[in-house]
C-alpha cells in the first residue's frame, strides 16, 4: 500500500483557512466531499466522530503533525487528505506545540487490516524529519502532491 492509494489529490488542501482544530478537520473533510470522495450526506456524521475521537485523545501526535483518523459505516473506500496550517493550529498535541500538517484518513468500519496498514504508512512517512520539513514548506497542492510521489518511490 502507498500513500496515492488512499490520499485524494483532488482533496489536498495546501493553505488550510481554519485556525482551530475543529476548523481544520471540517475543511478537510468538506474537502474531501467536494472532490466526490465521500457524499455530501456523510460530511456531519463523520465529522461528528472525528471530533469525538479528538476529544478521547489527541491525534496531534508532536513534531507538527496530526493525524485525524475514524473508521465511520459511511465511508466506502478508504479515503485521505493533508492539509497544510502556515500559522499552526493548537490540537493539543502531545509535545504541546503547534500543528503545521494535518493528514485526515478516513476508513470503512469492517476493514481494520487496511486502516492500520494505511495509518502505518503515514506514520513511517512523518517519522522522517525531512519529509515534515518539505511538507511544511510545499505552499501548492502539486507541491504536496509531488512529495507524496516521492516517499512512495522512497526517495
Given at each position: ?73 459511511s465511508v466506502n473506500k478508504m479515503v485521505g487528505t493533508v492539509g497544510r496550517s502556515v ?39 512523518l517519522q522522517d524529519d525531512m519529509f515534515r520539513k518539505f511538507l511544511r514548506q510545499s ?17
Open positions: 500500500m502507498k500513500l496515492k492509494d488512499f490520499i485524494v489529490r483532488e482533496a489536498v488542501v495546501p493553505v488550510l483557512e481554519a485556525g482551530d482544530r475543529d476548523g481544520a478537520i471540517r475543511e478537510l473533510v468538506a474537502s474531501l466531499a467536494k472532490a466526490g470522495a465521500i457524499g455530501n450526506e456523510a460530511v456531519e456524521p463523520i465529522l461528528t466522530a472525528l471530533i469525538k475521537r479528538e476529544q478521547t485523545g489527541s491525534t496531534g501526535f508532536g513534531k507538527g503533525v496530526a493525524v485525524p483518523h475514524v473508521k465511520h459505516s500559522g499552526g493550529i493548537d490540537f493539543a498535541a502531545l509535545d504541546h506545540q503547534p500543528v503545521y500538517s494535518i493528514f485526515l484518513l478516513l476508513s470503512p468500519e469492517n476493514q481494520p487490516q487496511q486502516h492500520l496498514q494505511a495509518m502505518n504508512i503515514v506514520f513511517t512517512n505552499e501548492t497542492r502539486e507541491a504536496i502532491v509531488e512529495l507524496l510521489d516521492e516517499a512512495d518511490q522512497g526517495k
